[in-house]
């Protein structure tokens, strides 16, 4: 019997600068007292992450979520012909639930379209098939870091004269081809919530490259107010504020370390379970750098021997705590349920994956370890 962790692995766990390097930055707002609202941290940090990321144009948000928010709320205000309230905007049911609240909350109708069975990314040959006069957008997520299938979807938008939006919450740093993420799409919206590739405790961008949207968007998230005589638009407060941006400045600089840490343990976990029957790894191409932000494996229950949900409480018994991220699948909540769409992949998906621990500290050891009880509950089932 192998003995149980003494300590609980969790899902994730945040990567911090060191104390002393955080303490001495945040020092300084002591005597600035300037805590938000556009600071020197904030402005210093959008400025460091555009370039991190090579994109034209970037915003800072208070989290990802308004970040999506503001983007999707640009969408009725961009073009005439578009209703302020309603249309339909096609989306992945395979996400974080943000996703969709997002799309919902703004007044427009989430159309789910089925997702691959190789990525898990929106289908692109299905899109098309759920297009009508009513389709203003199509809102996908680069779910796990994997990219989605950017040089389709940018085709079928053009052809459709619709807008994209990409939830890059996870996939800071990819690349495509060498294109960096976040210039596809009309804009990407990356997530830096703790518990991502890279943190400012709570944070996120929209990066774009159309330069008409800047002034938009750095308006909408501070109430869109000009100066002191003038507000110019619509807002909301969503600014970042300067811990947060602190601890920005400081994360950025260990991220390229961090994501190198992330790979030599997924190379681990890949090494280590791709040879067990019914355990299905993402094919990993050679066209893309990936960030290793998530370990999701895939069970095949019939092949494996028990299902996802079983292999799931036998971790947790070693004390090991993966996520059955993302379960629920939206479509099948009761608030986005709807009785004429089935999306077979991504409910087969949803009911069978499971994301293993892996952060940028993660002991080799651990990933190990991990890999040691899934191997010994495959050969004794
Ligand atoms: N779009 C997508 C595709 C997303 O995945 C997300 C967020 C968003 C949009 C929205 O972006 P943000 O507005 O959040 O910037 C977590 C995160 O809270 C959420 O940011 C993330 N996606 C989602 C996938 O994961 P939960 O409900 O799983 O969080 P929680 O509290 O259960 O924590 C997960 C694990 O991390 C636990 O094992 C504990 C550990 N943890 C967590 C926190 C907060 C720590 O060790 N330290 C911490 O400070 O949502």
Redesign the pocket.
């Known amino acids: 019997m192998i003995k149980k962790l003494e300590k609980p692995l969790?899902?994730?766990?945040?990567s911090l600068p060191r104390y002393e390097d955080y303490i001495d930055t945040i020092k300084k707002i002591w005597s600035t007292k300037w805590l938000t609202n556009q600071g020197v941290f904030h402005n210093d940090l959008e400025c460091k992450i555009k370039n991190f990321l090579k994109v034209d144009y970037l915003t800072l948000f208070c989290?990802?979520?308004?970040?999506?928010d503001c983007a999707i709320k640009q969408l009725r205000f961009t073009k005439e012909k578009w209703p302020k309230i309603g249309g339909e905007i096609i989306t992945t049911p395979f996400?974080?639930v943000?996703?969709t609240h997002?799309i919902s909350m703004n007044g427009f109708t989430p159309i789910f379209c089925d997702i691959k069975a190789d990525d898990y990314t929106i289908d692109e040959d299905k899109i098309e098939g759920l297009i009508t006069d009513k389709t203003v957008a199509i809102v996908c997520?680069h779910?796990y870091g994997f990219p989605c299938n950017v040089e389709r979807i940018s085709q079928l938008a053009k052809k459709h004269d619709l807008k994209v939006i990409y939830?890059a919450?996870?996939a800071f740093g990819v690349e495509v081809n060498g294109v960096p993420i976040g210039n596809f799409g009309d804009m990407s919206?990356f997530?830096?919530?703790?518990?991502?590739v890279y943190n400012t405790i709570?944070?996120?961008a929209l990066a774009y490259s159309n330069v008409a949207l800047q002034n938009k968007l750095n308006l909408m998230r501070n109430f869109g107010i000009l100066d002191t005589e003038e507000i110019a638009s619509f807002g909301i407060n969503a600014k970042m504020n300067e811990f947060q941006a602190a601890m920005g400045i400081e994360n950025l600089k260990y991220v390229t370390k961090n994501i190198q840490n992330r790979k030599n343990a997924a190379q681990i976990y890949y090494k280590e379970l791709s040879r067990i029957p019914g355990i299905k790894l993402v094919d990993l191409k050679q066209n893309i750098k990936y960030n290793y932000s998530y370990m999701p494996i895939l069970i095949d229950e019939k092949c494996f021997g028990i299902s996802r949900d079983q292999l799931y409480d036998k971790l947790t018994q070693y004390n090991i705590?993966p996520?059955k991220?993302?379960y629920p699948l939206i479509s099948n909540t009761p608030i986005y349920k709807h009785p004429n769409t089935q999306n077979n992949i991504a409910d087969y998906v949803a009911k069978s994956i499971l994301c293993l621990p892996l952060f940028a500290d993660i002991q080799k050891e651990d990933v190990e370890y991990v890999c040691k009880i899934i191997n010994d509950i495959s050969r004794n089932t």
């Not at 969790?10 to 945040?14: G, H, N, Q």
């Not at 989290?63 to 999506?68: E, F, Y």
């Open positions: 969790l899902v994730t766990e945040p989290n990802g979520h308004s970040a999506l996400t974080f943000s996703t997002a997520t779910v939830d919450a996870h919206m997530s830096f919530h703790a518990t991502k709570e944070g996120g705590y996520r991220y993302f």
